[in-house]
């Protein structure tokens, strides 16, 4: 779990493992996220951040650009136990999404 500060709100980033494709045992390895005004709450019921990818952290670079920490883990992440850092977006409502219209690695080039 991560507890992190920005723009007036607590986000609280936990693992989430779920179920993963019907009639498999495979688990998806995701963020959640939960936000609050004050750590004493209330806190927002948690969703979906970022699918198929934990460990994460969230921070800006120079130009304001929101990012997060990736680990992706479960075998429908776009890559298996390597690190990286993902592009986030946060919406009206101040809630974290991947960026999706950015340009990303193949898996061929990770190999």
């Avoid at 890559?79 to 850092?85: H, M």
Wanted: hydrophobic share 40%.
């Amino acid at each position: 779990m991560t507890l992190h500060a920005q723009c007036g709100l607590l986000w609280l980033l936990a693992l989430g493992l779920a179920s993963g494709m019907v009639g498999t045992a495979q688990r998806c390895y995701n963020c959640m996220v939960a936000t609050a005004d004050d750590l004493s709450g209330p806190w927002s019921e948690a969703y979906l951040a970022i699918p198929h990818g934990g460990h994460n952290v969230f921070f800006q670079d120079k130009q304001g650009h929101w990012w997060a920490t990736f680990f992706g883990h479960d075998s429908l992440a776009p890559f298996r136990e390597r690190p990286a850092i993902l592009r986030i977006n946060m919406d009206d409502e101040r809630r974290i999404e991947p960026r999706t219209d950015l340009p990303s690695a193949r898996k061929e080039s990770l190999r």
